[in-house]
């Protein structure tokens, strides 16, 4: 994993993902089995998910946000995700952080997000 620069003091820091992991499609493919129930596009697609960082060790690491930090299920999102990455083939371990820094916008939405929502 490649050193970040740091964001506020005690958030966490947001890195490349391990998209070279063998593991790293099938841990995206289980975020995008979890939908933020206001809007019908997964989360993966959505640019929820900043990083899946997973180690030598299959451990999981997923640093995330929401739309808002209003949000009402933020208390339960982070917990959807490991549920979610949990039952992967190979997967020893998962964490979920969540973070604010930096904002979410819907600039982060993929494509298909876009397209599915009407923004394209």
């Given at each position: 994993m490649t050193d970040a620069s740091p964001q506020m003091e005690g958030a966490p820091l947001i890195a490349p993902s391990s998209t070279d992991h063998a593991l790293y499609d099938s841990v995206v493919e289980a975020c995008r089995t979890v939908f933020d129930p206001e809007?019908?596009?997964n989360i993966?697609?959505?640019g929820l998910i900043y990083t899946i960082d997973i180690s030598d060790e299959n451990i999981v690491s997923v640093i995330m946000t929401l739309?808002?930090?209003g949000c009402p299920v933020a208390g339960d999102?982070?917990?959807w995700v490991q549920e979610a990455i949990e039952?992967?083939?190979g997967?020893?371990?998962v964490k979920v952080d969540?973070?604010?820094?930096p904002p979410w916008g819907?600039?982060?939405?993929?494509?298909e997000a876009r397209l599915e929502l009407g923004f394209m």
């Open positions: 809007i019908p596009v993966y697609d959505l739309t808002a930090p999102m982070p917990g039952p992967v083939a997967i020893q371990q969540l973070t604010w820094e819907m600039e982060m939405m993929s494509d």
